[in-house]
């Protein structure tokens, strides 16, 4: 596709229960990167895939959250055991390198609600 | 701590003036600033940005301006247009690389008022 694509746009769920987040980047990017809003902050990142190198999982809140990357292609974050706190809108952003100036681009965000 | 600050949450302004967004920085390492802007439902965009070593990169109704020493940057739009409403981040990098990404400020909700 042309832009950043996340599914699902919209997730519901209980608390206590995983939930796993899609993100296909643009093709021919390299890099890839989650972020998380929370209601009334900016934007916390998470985790960032470059290449074939590991990741860089420095933003990761706990141990409940996790992310994979196949090759530079499809990302999953999964959040398991969500807790109320974990509601946000969580948005994927690719570019074509991580260099310093490289802008991001991002998808539309999935909206996750934490009952 | 916060590194990249908006302390302004929304700002309004009427149709045809100037918008100033302002933002504030506290790490010395940050050398690339950007601004994106988003609509409600949308990922950001990127709208401009602005290397260290310019105080000003201007883009059609858009210019952003660095002042280093303050660790204070701007973004001025004129004349601001409905289709401008919408928040506004300031992100900054260091120039260690993106390895972890841009760090982003909480935004200013920008309403331009007809």
Known sequence: GAGVSQSPSNKVTEKGKDVELRCDPISGHTALYWYRQRLGQGLEFLIYFQGNSAPDKSGLPSDRFSAERTGESVSTLTIQRTQQEDSAVYLCA???????NEKLFFGSGTQLSVL | DQQVKQNSPSLSVQEG???????????????YFLWYKKYPAEGPTFLISISSIKDKNEDGRFTVFLNKSAKHLSLHIVPSQPGDSAVYFCAAVGSGGGADGLTFGKGTHLIIQP
Do not use: E, P, V
Request: charged share 15%; proline share 0%; with cysteine.
């Open chain 2, 17 to 31: 003036r100037i918008s100033i967004l302002n933002c504030d920085y506290t790490n010395s390492m940050f050398d």
């Open chain 1, 94 to 100: 690719s570019s074509f390198s991580s260099a310093t």
